[in-house]
């Protein structure tokens, strides 16, 4: 089992940028598949992006493409967002989260996922 901490949300400016942090603890980082979803207000969990367990591939939304890096250090047992050019759009709760896979396999939709952290808030400014 592993525990997930999301930290680095806040409150931005459009344009800006934020790098989001998940620290992983229990289980080592490198046996999950990770991904990073975001909850707006009144609207569903929608996929961010998504790392294998290698980090050898990566998967974004098409509305964050180009603008959104995910990356990991399994050394570390870290995750992270790297976001920017940041919209108004962008304004939710982001969710790390976490589940057993294949080395190279990524993952797109929330159910797959079986770990999740509490979430951090970001908001962007017009």
């Known amino acids: 089992q592993v525990q997930l901490v999301e930290s680095g949300g806040g409150l931005v400016q459009a344009g800006g940028s934020l790098r989001l942090s998940c620290a992983a603890s229990?289980?080592?980082?490198?046996?999950?598949?990770?991904?990073?979803?975001?909850?707006?207000?009144?609207k569903?969990?929608?996929?961010?992006?998504?790392?294998?367990?290698?980090?050898?591939?990566?998967?974004?939304a098409d509305s964050v493409k180009g603008r959104f890096t995910i990356s990991r250090d399994n050394v570390k047992n870290m995750v992270y967002l790297q976001m920017n050019s940041l919209k108004p759009e962008d304004t939710a709760?982001?969710?790390?989260?976490?589940?057993l896979g294949a080395y190279t396999s990524i993952y797109r939709r929330s159910a797959e996922?079986?770990?999740?952290?509490?979430?951090?808030?970001?908001?962007?400014s017009s």
Do not use: H, K
Request: aromatic fraction near 18%.
């Open 44 to 60: 569903e969990r929608e996929f961010v992006a998504a790392i294998s367990r290698s980090g050898g591939r990566t998967d974004y």
């Open 113 to 124: 996922y079986e770990y999740w952290g509490q979430g951090t808030q970001v908001t962007v």
């Open 26 to 42: 229990g289980r080592t980082l490198n046996s999950y598949a990770m991904g990073w979803f975001r909850q707006a207000p009144g």
């Open 93 to 99: 709760v982001y969710y790390c989260a976490a589940t």
